[in-house]
């Protein structure tokens, strides 16, 4: 069973790109079939990025593929484990079909009321429109120090809305890594226990489990004899094993 994630926001420059790039970066070190779709069709972020990965020879070798909707991304690639959809900002209606469908929708924002008081306005149109708030994770991003996280994590919380653990920082390596066809988590020396890396275990243990619900509804439906529980049985690890493949 295929888990999706949708990095979606109401402004551009906030991470999306960046936190579904190093995502899928990570899944796939961690043994996912994962395919990154990138919906953006005007700017193609995520597309480029994946042909100078290409063109570098960098491992793991990811699945980048362009959609115009979510449906054909959910149609096309049925039998991946995972499914990261990079989202266009500033489009109200593509943005609520991708998380009326998704099961994690990870909003990034920064620090500032310019950054948090639109990704808050926008979870709450989605949450008007159906999502249930359970879905909606607010990722923190671009920020320049640790009072920054401390005040925004307190404007979430005053929102209620679900905030991930960690955070990813502003550093001028992480734009070079970007430029090399690499997600930031893959620069040199970056600890894999840092805040980022705590943002990024997180998600992927949610991700690990919500495969695993599927997983188990779709055996107690299916005939035995196709009951194999091979994924169900993987455990849920965090970046280690990242950690362990890039060494």
């Known amino acids: 069973m295929t888990v999706v994630v949708a990095f979606v926001s109401r402004k551009g420059g906030v991470g999306k790109s960046t936190l579904a790039r190093a995502l899928a970066t990570v899944a796939a070190r961690r043994g996912l079939i994962t395919t990154l779709a ?7 972020t995520s597309t480029r990025w994946q042909h ?36 266009p900002s500033n489009t109200p209606e593509l943005t609520a079909e991708i998380a009326s469908v998704a099961h994690f929708t990870v909003q990034p924002a920064g620090s500032s009321f310019d950054d948090l008081q639109p990704a808050m306005e926008l979870f709450y149109e989605l949450r008007a429109g159906g999502v249930p708030k ?20 307190a404007y979430v919380e005053v929102a209620d809305f679900s905030l991930l653990p960690g955070a990813v920082v502003e550093r001028a390596r992480y734009r070079e890594a970007h430029n090399q066809g690499l997600a930031f988590i893959e620069c040199a020396g970056e600890p894999l226990n840092g805040s980022a890396g705590i943002l990024l275990s997180a998600l ?20 035995p004899d196709l009951a194999t529980a091979q994924f169900a049985q993987r455990p849920v690890r965090g970046l280690s094993s990242y950690s362990k493949a890039a060494s």
């Open 134 to 153: 359970s879905r909606l994770h607010i990722a923190l991003s671009r920020l320049l120090d640790p009072a920054e996280e401390e005040a925004a994590r």
């Open 38 to 44: 990138d919906l953006d069709a005007t700017h193609q």
């Open 52 to 87: 100078l990965r290409e063109r570098e020879g960098a491992y793991p070798p990811l699945a980048v593929q362009r959609y115009g909707n979510v449906d054909s991304a959910i149609t096309r690639e049925g039998d991946c484990d995972l499914l990261i959809v990079d989202a």
């Open 204 to 223: 992927l243990t949610k991700i690990m489990q919500k495969h695993r619900l599927l997983h188990e509804d779709k055996l107690a439906t299916a005939p």
